[in-house]
């Protein structure tokens, strides 16, 4: 092993340290990209470089000095170290766990690889012992790689946990922006209509002024009212998946002036409140990929349930996605926040997600097992807005 990967001890630690402030870095640059919806993915670069060139120490550091730096400057409440809610508790749970996951791993292979690196003399004179001895270490490495399957199918899991208490949580916020908010804006509102019955006595400049507040008053409502429902839809819960689907596709059109056609079976029923967020967030990350990636005027949603499995597909007809963008989605972990999402969700249910693309068209399709809806509803077999 060179000098450059097996640097002296205030050497490994101090690179280990500036490793880490470059990761940071490079997090708060894509803070507005990735923002918190999968914590301390930007950060882990520098656990795995500081395990692998500078040791346990320094890499137990990096670690500890990332999740500082991210809860820190990244997490809400910034500049602040407090750990708020189950999901960030939740977070934190699984950003050490993988992080000791990797240490633990690359220090015992290092190890290991160490007490096997012995030169041909040494080989020959171990004989039959060193070959047990062998054994027993690939045993105990195979031991390992099933512990880390054991360990990754837990990640899943809490991957799936996380993605059920962000729905949660945005359910919540919505609820509060319209019965709180909400209620406020609307108070302002009245009384500010009050005010204008009465504004005969004010200034051409006030009476003026007491226009703009109403109309801002009115579009802050108008606004709140939209990001609460894009939060949690209300329909989702009490009407179901078809009704929900179609008012975000007009508010989407509307919009971003994209033609969406949405299709539905005409005996598209209820599913699990589960399964109709997971769909509903599929289709939503889908079109919003659209919107900001493929330049297409239109897009379709079509939704179609055959025997006991439901398909749901979303296709453009915009640029396409690159070869060499499609390679890094076929490779396991290369693939964007907003697709390991969509997959992630789909996991949970035993489902599939499948990207096809070429110049100028763009499907992604999900496959989710599915029994027989629970209540048909009355609801038509298309509808499409401009």
């Given at each position: 092993?060179?000098?450059?990967?097996?640097?002296?001890?205030?050497?490994?630690?101090?690179?280990?340290?500036?490793?880490?402030?470059?990761?940071?870095?490079?997090?708060?640059?894509?803070?507005?990209?990735?923002?918190?919806?999968?914590?301390?993915?930007?950060?882990?670069?520098?656990?795995?470089?500081?395990?692998?060139?500078?040791?346990?120490?320094?890499?137990?550091?990096?670690?500890?000095?990332?999740?500082?730096?991210?809860?820190?400057?990244?997490?809400?409440?910034?500049?602040?170290?407090?750990?708020?809610?189950?999901?960030?508790?939740?977070?934190?749970?699984?950003?050490?766990?993988?992080?000791?996951?990797?240490?633990?791993?690359?220090?015992?292979?290092?190890?290991?690889?160490?007490?096997?690196?012995?030169?041909?003399?040494?080989?020959?004179?171990?004989?039959?012992?060193?070959?047990?001895?062998?054994?027993?270490?690939?045993?105990?490495?195979?031991?390992?790689?099933?512990?880390?399957?054991?360990?990754?199918?837990?990640?899943?899991?809490?991957?799936?946990?996380?993605?059920?208490?962000?729905?949660?949580?945005?359910?919540?916020?919505?609820?509060?922006?319209?019965?709180?908010?909400?209620?406020?804006?609307?108070?302002?509102?009245?009384?500010?209509?009050?005010?204008?019955?009465?504004?005969?006595?004010?200034?051409?400049?006030?009476?003026q002024a007491l226009a703009e507040n109403s109309a801002m008053v009115q579009e802050l409502s108008r606004q709140i009212r939209t990001i609460s429902h894009l939060l949690?839809?209300?329909?989702?819960?009490?009407?179901?998946?078809?009704?929900?689907?179609?008012?975000?596709?007009?508010?989407?059109?509307?919009?971003?002036?994209?033609?969406?056609?949405?299709?539905?079976?005409?005996?598209?029923?209820?599913?699990?409140?589960?399964?109709?967020?997971?769909?509903?967030?599929?289709?939503?990350?889908?079109?919003?990929?659209?919107?900001?990636?493929?330049?297409?005027?239109?897009?379709?949603?079509?939704?179609?349930?055959?025997?006991?499995?439901?398909?749901?597909e979303v296709q453009d007809n915009g640029k396409g996605i690159p070869a060499e963008k499609q390679s890094e989605m076929a490779c396991a972990g290369r693939t964007g926040?907003?697709?390991?999402?969509?997959?992630?969700?789909?996991?949970?249910?035993?489902?599939?997600?499948?990207?096809?693309?070429?110049?100028?068209?763009?499907?992604?399709?999900?496959?989710?097992?599915?029994?027989?809806?629970?209540?048909?509803?009355?609801s038509s077999s298309s509808s499409s807005s401009s």
């Open positions: 092993m060179s000098d450059w990967t097996r640097p002296r001890s205030a050497q490994r630690f101090a690179l280990a340290l500036v490793v880490t402030a470059l990761f940071v870095l490079l997090r708060g640059v894509l803070d507005p990209v990735i923002g918190s919806y999968v914590p301390y993915l930007a950060v882990l670069p520098a656990v795995i470089f500081s395990v692998r060139f500078c040791g346990l120490g320094p890499s137990l550091l990096a670690m500890v000095l990332a999740f500082l730096g991210e809860q820190y400057w990244f997490i809400p409440p910034t500049h602040s170290l407090k750990i708020v809610g189950t999901s960030e508790i939740a977070g934190t749970i699984v950003y050490f766990l993988v992080s000791l996951s990797i240490i633990v791993f690359a220090e015992t292979s290092r190890r290991v690889m160490a007490k096997l690196a012995v030169s041909s003399e040494e080989l020959r004179q171990a004989g039959e012992g060193l070959e047990r001895r062998v054994a027993e270490r690939t045993y105990e490495l195979q031991q390992r790689n099933v512990e880390l399957l054991n360990q990754a199918e837990v990640v899943r899991q809490l991957s799936g946990r996380l993605l059920q208490m962000q729905d949660e949580e945005r359910r919540r916020i919505a609820r509060e922006l319209h019965d709180s908010v909400g209620q406020i804006i609307a108070a302002m509102a009245i009384n500010l209509a009050e005010v204008e019955r009465e504004g005969g006595s004010l200034s051409p400049r006030g009476a949690h839809p209300p329909l989702l819960d009490e009407i179901g998946l078809a009704s929900a689907l179609r008012w975000y596709v007009e508010g989407f059109a509307e919009r971003s002036k994209i033609q969406v056609s949405l299709e539905l079976p005409g005996d598209f029923g209820r599913l699990s409140p589960e399964m109709e967020t997971a769909i509903f967030r599929i289709v939503q990350e889908c079109l919003t990929n659209v919107h900001r990636h493929s330049g297409s005027p239109t897009a379709a949603v079509r939704i179609a349930s055959v025997a006991n499995e439901l398909r749901v926040v907003g697709m390991s999402g969509m997959r992630e969700r789909l996991r949970q249910f035993g489902g599939q997600l499948e990207v096809n693309s070429a110049d100028g068209f763009t499907a992604v399709i999900a496959t989710l097992p599915i029994s027989q809806p629970r209540a048909k509803s009355a």
